[in-house]
């Protein structure tokens, strides 16, 4: 079974701007992580980022699991191990 998905990136027909209200910003977040997150782009972009950067980017995004995800909501949504 294929566990990780980026479907709302191929049907997307929105704006992609910031800023307007909470749906287009949720809607642009979206795009931009499911962008953000092609092997390819991670590919050329991560050889350039400095040390500092890579934990940065880990920082911010493991701040965020653990601010707004419960236990089992990290591991059924985020890992997808249960």
Do not use: V
């Not at 795009?31 to 991560?46: A, H, M, N, R, T």
């Not at 920082?59 to 249960?82: A, P, Q």
């Amino acid at each position: 079974m294929k566990k990780d998905t980026h479907n709302f990136i191929q049907k997307y027909k929105g704006m992609g701007a910031f800023g307007l209200n909470r749906e287009t910003d949720e809607e642009t977040i979206m795009f931009y992580l499911q962008k953000f997150s092609e092997d390819s782009f991670l590919k050329s972009l991560l050889p350039r980022l400095s040390d500092l950067e890579l934990e940065e980017i880990y920082g911010f995004i493991n701040d965020k699991l653990r601010n707004h995800l419960l236990e089992d909501e990290y591991h059924s949504l985020f890992l997808k191990d249960r």
